[in-house]
């Protein structure tokens, strides 16, 4: 009876521990997210792209989809979480809305990524760089149809002026991830988190 009493606890404190985790990267997601610089065309410069990266990496597929699409819905409903504070169904309508709906796409592809490689960071760089195609592949399909554009035209004012960028967001993830996980597994309050969300015990004192 107390073992089984013990592990009802032990579950619901898992699902409290799963949905604050996720609420805390969601809420970062949204946060981070809105910045952007607003190059000449359609699509700015964002952030999204390594808030997402990070999120997978700290939390998995599972969990960093689940909070890509806690992020959407968020945005969809008309809070200003999108690029330059978009929101709503006409910025998931509109020309760049299937950037938005890549970002699924990304963050499932980048979690693939993760468990294929067992955390190793050079497979994630390369699901980083597959989800990033991902997300561009569907949203330029998107915006060549709402706009009516050709291929030449949507690759060269929404892709290629941006890849330095993702590189740049794909280098940062690649060296902050690592570290910033490291950190978390050593700081006190945080290790037990860190560490059920790796499937591994904590350490004892």
Known sequence: MDTDKRR??????NK???MAIVALMTAFICVISPFSI??????????????????????GGVKGTICCALY???GLIGLPVFSNFGSGI???AGPTGGYLIGYIFLSAICGAALYIG???I???IIGMVLGGIAAYFFGSLWFMYSMETSLKYTL???VFPFIPFDIAKIAAVAVLGPLLKKLLRRTNGLEGAIAYLNHQKPKSA
């Open 8 to 13: 009802n606890n032990t579950g619901y404190g």
């Open 118 to 120: 067992k955390g190793r």
């Open 90 to 92: 006409g910025k998931l």
């Open 16 to 18: 409290i521990l799963n």
């Open 156 to 158: 060269g004012a929404c």
């Open 38 to 59: 607003q190059l000449p065309g359609q699509v700015p410069i964002s952030l999204s792209f390594a808030a997402l990266y990070l999120t997978v990496y700290l939390l």
């Open 72 to 74: 959407l819905l968020i």
């Open 122 to 124: 050079w497979v994630y």
